[in-house]
C-alpha cells in the first residue's frame, strides 16, 4: 500500500514545477526554523542529543533545505555541444534532469531530523517521491517534518513514512516499483540492502574510523580544542567523529596531557541541560557495547587513560594509548565516545596508519607546513581531509561519502540531488 502510494506520488512530484518544488522546501525551512526550539527539544528526548548539539542540528537542518530548494531551481541540465564534433554540425539540443521515481531512504538515529532533510530534500527537489524509514529509535524527528513539509504546500502522497523493523526494511528495498535506495548506516546492513535490491540505484554512507594526524609545528592548544570536540560531539555517535589521533613523538606528551585534562572535564549527564557536553547513548546496550569493546582492547594490552565507566546509558569519554593494531578498537568504528592517541615519528608513518582500517569517510590534520598538508591531502584515503581541523566538520553543500568500504555514491545537497535523477538528450536535426 505504502509503495502504491508513493508510485502515485511520484507522478505528483514530476508534474510540479520547479518553482512550486523550490517554494515547499524554502517554505519547510522558514517553518523549522520559527519553530526550532520544538524541534531541539524533541531531538534531545529521543536521540539524547545535548541541547546546544541539537540547536545546531536544526539549523542545519534548515541550511539543507534551502540549499535543496536552490538545487530545484538551477540544476535543471545543460546544452550539449553537438555541432562542436565532426558528423553532428547540423544538430543542437540539451540535457534534463529527471526524477528516477520512487525512491526508499533509510536513515540513523545519531542525527534524527538533518540525515532525514538530506534525504527529502535533494528528492523533492529533483521531483521524486520519497518512502522514508528512519531508525526505530528516533522516528519523531522525521515524522515531525514531513508534517511541516505537508504545511509548506506538499502534497500528502509525495512523502510516506515507514516505521517498523528488519522485514518492513526487506519489503521496502526488494520491490521492484523502487528505483533508488539512499541508505546511512552500518557496513552489515548495507550489505544486506545491496544483496536484496535487485536492478536499482544505490547511495550509501556506512561509516568510518576517522585518523586526525597532528604534527609537531601546528597550534597545539587549537588541536587538542579540536580533537576534543570531533571525539565527543554526539556522544561520540558520528560517522566523521575522531576515532584515532597520530600525534608526532616530540608533542606526544604534550599534547595527551592536555587532552586528558580536557577530556576529564566535560560535563556529561542530562542532555536538556544548557551546559552539559556530553550526554547519553542512544541505548543501555549500545553503552554497554562500547565499554565491552575498550574492555577488549585493554585486554590487548591497550592503557586507558581516562573513562570507561557507565551508568546506564552514559559512558563516559574515554580515552586510550597503546591500542593493538589489530584489535577491533583500531580497525572498525567505535561509534561511541571513545578516542585512541598513538605516538608517530614521521608523516608517512602516520599516512600509513591513517589508511589502515577497510572504512573511512573522514581524515585530519594539524600542521603548518603546506607541502605535509598537501600531501596528507593527496595521500589519505577519505572522502574529506580537513586541513588544521578535526575530522568532525561538514558543510551540507559539500560531496560527502567516503573511501573503500565507506560509501557507495556521494551526498551533500547537489550530489544527492544528481544521484537521485537521470539525465534525458533532446538533440534536434536541423533540415535545410
Not at 162 to 191: C, K, Q, Y
Not at 340 to 347: A, K, S, Y
Not at 409 to 421: H, I, L, N, S
Amino acid at each position: 500500500m505504502i509503495i502504491q502510494t508513493a508510485k502515485e506520488g511520484a507522478r505528483v512530484c514530476r508534474s510540479l514545477s520547479r518553482y512550486e518544488r523550490a517554494r515547499i522546501l524554502d517554505t519547510c525551512a522558514s517553518l523549522v526554523e520559527n519553530d526550532k526550539d520544538t524541534f531541539a527539544d524533541l531531538i534531545v528526548a529521543e536521540a539524547g542529543k545535548t541541547l546546544k548539539q541539537a540547536k545546531k542540528e536544526v539549523l542545519r537542518c534548515v541550511n539543507t533545505l534551502k540549499l535543496s530548494a536552490d538545487e530545484a531551481r538551477r540544476n535543471s541540465g545543460e546544452v550539449v555541444p553537438f555541432d562542436a564534433y565532426a558528423g553532428s554540425e547540423n544538430r543542437q539540443g540539451w540535457f534534463t534532469r529527471e526524477p528516477l521515481g520512487v525512491i526508499v531512504a533509510i536513515t540513523p538515529y545519531n542525527d534524527p531530523l538533518n540525515l532525514v532533510a538530506h534525504k527529502l530534500g535533494p528528492a523533492i527537489a529533483g521531483g521524486n517521491a520519497v518512502v522514508i524509514k528512519p531508525s526505530d529509535l528516533t522516528p519523531l524527528s522525521a515524522i515531525r517534518l514531513v508534517k511541516y513539509l505537508i504545511k509548506a504546500g506538499m502534497p500528502s502522497n509525495v512523502v510516506s513514512v515507514a516505521t517498523g523493523g528488519a522485514t518492513l526494511g526487506e519489503a521496502l528495498v526488494s520491490s521492484r516499483d523502487v528505483r533508488m535506495i539512499s541508505f546511512t548506516g552500518g557496513f552489515a546492513t548495507g550489505e544486506k540492502i545491496a544483496k536484496s535490491a535487485g536492478l536499482k540505484k544505490l547511495a550509501m554512507d556506512l561509516g568510518g574510523n576517522a585518523p586526525v594526524i597532528v604534527l609537531a609545528d601546528c597550534k597545539l592548544e587549537d588541536a587538542v580544542a579540536s580533537c576534543l570536540s570531533g571525539a565527543f560531539w554526539a556522544a561520540g555517535q558520528n560517522c566523521i567523529g575522531t576515532q584515532r589521533i597520530l600525534i608526532q613523538s616530540s608533542i606526544y606528551d604534550e599534547f595527551k596531557q592536555r587532552f586528558v585534562a580536557g577530556t576529564k572535564a566535560l560535563k556529561v549527564g542530562n542532555p536538556a541541560l544548557p551546559d552539559t557536553d556530553v550526554g547519553p547513548m542512544i541505548t543501555v546496550q549500545s553503552a554497554t557495547r562500547a565499554k565491552g569493546i575498550v574492555d577488549a582492547a585493554i585486554n590487548r594490552g591497550a592503557k586507558l587513560l581516562c573513562g570507561n565507566t557507565q551508568e546506564g546509558a552514559l559512558y563516559a569519554p574515554t580515552v586510550l594509548e597503546d591500542v593493538d593494531f589489530e584489535c577491533g578498537l583500531w580497525q572498525q568504528e567505535v561509534f561511541s565516545p571513545v578516542v585512541v592517541l598513538q605516538r608517530i615519528e614521521t608523516l608517512d608513518d602516520a599516512l600509513s596508519l591513517a589508511n589502515s582500517p577497510q572504512y573511512s569517510l573522514h581524515a585530519g590534520i594539524f600542521t603548518n607546513d603546506l607541502h605535509a598538508a598537501l600531501k596528507a591531502a593527496d595521500m589519505l584515503e577519505a572522502g574529506g581531509v580537513m586541513i588544521n581541523d578535526s575530522s568532525d566538520y561538514r558543510l551540507d553543500a559539500m560531496p560527502f561519502g567516503g573511501f573503500k568500504y565507506g560509501s557507495l555514491g556521494r551526498e551533500g545537497v547537489r550530489f544527492a540531488y544528481e544521484e537521485m535523477t537521470q539525465p534525458k538528450v533532446v538533440c534536434i536535426r536541423k533540415i535545410t
